[in-house]
């Protein structure tokens, strides 16, 4: 977010600070002023995910090869033009930020409620103006990226500090972003990303000498407008009071008008607490100790590698970060975590191994749901990955480890971090040391890695088929298994809509998945869609820890899962339609769906725990009319295949199988059903529409 409204200020009161480029005629420039480099550019991919997530379908769980798509254009327009992107995405929370961070996630959760309150009386997708990213989206994007053969980096700090580090000290084109403190930092030229023009290859600068210009100010006051104003440092409130005497003794001399708060701020420090020698005053201000030593911390987080200025403190510029897992990690273990980190090649090691702090974001959960939220339903997974990365008994001096987890989810205030300790595996003769999985590069260890993988899913039965099924197809065995004996609320439709759906993506290309669409959107389905991928996520950090026995491109959702077809195999199963038709007549596909269905079955049975039919009273069952215009995307009340009535009937679609609650039935088509044939998702005569 950056400083409270400078974007706006910058754009509307002072337009001059805003300067259209032409990206290809300034790489020629850079090339010109500084030969033998190569114009790069370093990407806030934090901020860039909302542009980059261009596919009208976002509630189902994401449309992940359409995302795919969509990020080799982005890449392949910079390529063309001669621009290399580094990439940059945040791996931390810094507590500074906790309460900034806190204050968004719970103000998601009300938009996250509206969500779901317009899906259950309107059974569509809202309009782009109630959209919210789809789950892990930003952690499964450096992973996309990287598949691209694009240069990713994870910060180990706060990420707008490090971005503007890295492209000051590697003296960078730009930074393309969309975060005000990159005008403030004293770093390379700013460029919007929420401007950016990929045919054109146009976007917008924010100059930051422009705006000292228009404020009459120094580039090294501006650090300190910036606190005034509020960032994600200093909150709004906490300097309230200096704003509005700023403010009041600037309206007695100008009067009102558009952009003074700004105006007013600048002007203060510039005539009151800039000293002749560039020094601040910032004891004058009537601020509590606290609140000073809040805004001097705020001003130093703008303070760069190398940078000095009058004001600066060198034991506030130097403070570093102490490492609280320290005395349970191994030197050689911490460096490797970093490096992985730095280099996203995992997802949460280093967060559990330095600091002890991990952090979710919101999910797409219902408060009134039956369904668990993701947070709980994956708690035991979390235990034991804690348990295979710190230690789970005492230590001599009396410490034992314990994880601090911010996650949100209906319900949770946030007001403080749940303490988790870490689990021994229920095996206890499984308790491999992590410089084997991690250093150790044979056959035996190999082995070693997948039986921990296993362990950490508490899922050592299959073992057996690790080497028999395809990568993507056993993350799926192993995720829909371990939510299933998580969770009491689902049923066998649920199961065979899981299934059928991670069988049939395998098959598609993006282009297959531009022809799927649904006739309503189900919220169940919306949670249960959500609740998989962010199991991915899950399955990317216990692989991280066990030393990646699975390639992490088969644990990707563009690999296993796509959303719209997840949702369309949930309408059906729940609507009692053959397996058949969910598989889409395909035989092999069927024999795949029957063998994974088998061996999940079996699991739970084993486990003590029997699978029910409970088809859902789905939106598509209610009989009423729909337009083929609002169908494409599931905006709609449902439109029924070769069915007038909502039968409720149990069925099983697989024959020989014990389950709680069904008998077996064929597979065949009622011969006077004519087969259900998938419509385009956009009407036939038209183009597919433009996906900026």
Known sequence: MGVHGLNHFMEKCCPDTCIKVDLRKMAEDYIATHPGSTPTLVVDGMACVRQWYGCQAWVHGGQWKEYMYLLNQFVSAFSAAGIRLVFYFDGAVEESKRAEWVRRRLRSNKDIAKIFHFIKSQSQQPGRNMFILPSGLATFSRFAL??????????????????ASYANSHRCMGILGQDSDFVIYDTVPYLSASKLCLKSMTTVLFSRER??????????ELPLIACLLGNDVVPETCVRRVRDRAMN???????????????????????CLVQKDGSVDIASLSLSVAEKELLEKGMHSYVLPGQRFSWTSEQLCDADTVCAMEKFVS????QAAKEKHTRADCFLIYNILYDGVVECSNTLEDEDMELPSQASVFQPLRERLYGLLLPTHTGHAGSTAAVKEWFVFPGNTLTEPKMVSPRQFSDS?????LRDLWFKKDTKVTHLQLSTFLAILDLKEYAEVLYSLEGPLLVVLCLVTYIFLQVSHLSLEDLDAYLSQAVCVMFKTYTDLCHTKVPCVDPRAVQLGSL?????????????????????????????????????????????QPTE????????????????????????????????SAPQRTQQGLGRPVSEETCYWGASTPKLYGSSTYNSRPHCRAPGAYIQGYGSRPTARHPSRNRYRLAPRWPEHNHRPHCP
């Open 146 to 163: 990287k598949s691209l053969g694009q240069e990713i980096r994870c910060s180990i700090r706060e990420g707008d500090f490090e971005i």
């Open 211 to 220: 705006l000292c210009h228009a404020l009459k100010c120094q580039k090294t």
């Open 249 to 271: 003794e600037y309206r007695n001399r100008h009067g009102l008008h558009e952009g003074d708060k700004v105006f007013a701020v600048a002007e203060f420090v510039s005539s």
């Open 331 to 334: 030197a050689s273990i911490l």
């Open 429 to 433: 003769a499984t308790w491999p040391d």
């Open 532 to 576: 998989f991928v962010r199991g991915l996520t899950y399955l990317v950090a216990a692989n991280s820890a066990c030393g990646a026995p699975l390639s992490m491109e088969e644990v990707m959702p563009w690999r296993t899962f796509d959303g719209l077809l997840f949702h369309q195999k949930y309408l059906l199963a729940h609507s009692g």
């Open 581 to 612: 038709e969910l598989m889409e007549g395909k035989s092999s596909w069927i024999s795949q769906f029957y063998s994974l269905r088998e061996r999940v079955v079996d699991t739970l049975l084993n486990r003590g725990k029997t699978i029910q």
